[in-house]
């Protein structure tokens, strides 16, 4: 979905870092919710939002680069080594799973079930670092527990995806289709 | 939501809450067998100290990414106080049997229950 202007260069700069600037803040926000499952280590995700919409409004290296600049600048302003490498094998293996299913146009998934996928992705990608941090493959054990509280944000945030993406396109900065 | 949405999440709630169940039951099992339960506390990767569960104590651990506190009280343990930055493992609830796990990444400390049956081997053989 490419942004429809001549100078669509200086569009897409400035919607990449809108983006990243959205997916920072809802970060921040994210750690201010004592939110608590009862489960160690589960999170709502709210970073998720921003990154399935980038995934769905801008095209492969674009999103990928909305994706690695919110994992670095997040790690500068709060984070230490250790979250930067959780961030960054969760980002990645839930952004990558994420953004096969959509550019590889996989129809019969909706946003709620990318979104879903994704979650779970990040949990595992945040899993297998820790397993290899703390070199202690039992730490998997988590997963089941988290996969169930990653359903329930997964839903959450691809609602909101939905009519986030609804919105975007009604205000016709982005060409139909 | 499309069809294949709701199928997707139904089939993951089942084999998260199966393999819940699984690892519940396996963990049931290994309760049962077992005499002594002791607790195993690794370190940085490396084995810290074993204590049995029936020996209250206070165990500190110090090292330069922190201090955690571990207490043992009424065949449990607990992780009761440390300056790590999420306190996940301050807020695990206590361990108790084995499989039970207290976890704290951020210093990198892992408690993990364990049983053993005193007869070993030979009861095995039996």
Redesign the interface.
Known sequence: MPLRSKHSKTRTMVLIAVLVAQAIVLSLVERMIPF?FNV??AKLGLANIVTLTAIYLLPFRQSFLVVTLRILMTAFIVG?F??FL?SLAGGYLSYFIMALLVYLDFK???T??IS??GA?AHNLGQLLM?AF????A??L?Y???L??AA?GTG?AV?LTVQYLLKALKATRLFQNN | MKKTDIILIVVLAVVALGSLGIMRLLQARAAESADVIEAEIVVEGELFKTVNLSEPQVIEIRTEKGYNFLKIENGQILMFEADCRDQICVNTVPAVQPGDTIVCLPHEVVVQIKGSSEGGLDAIAQ
């Not at chain 1, 941090?133 to 202690?136: K, L, R, V």
């Open positions: 608590n160690p280590g230490s250790s979250s959780y019969n998934l909706g709620i079930g879903v996928v779970v820790a941090i703390i070199q202690n039992f730490i054990g997963l089941p527990m996969m169930l359903i839903i691809g």
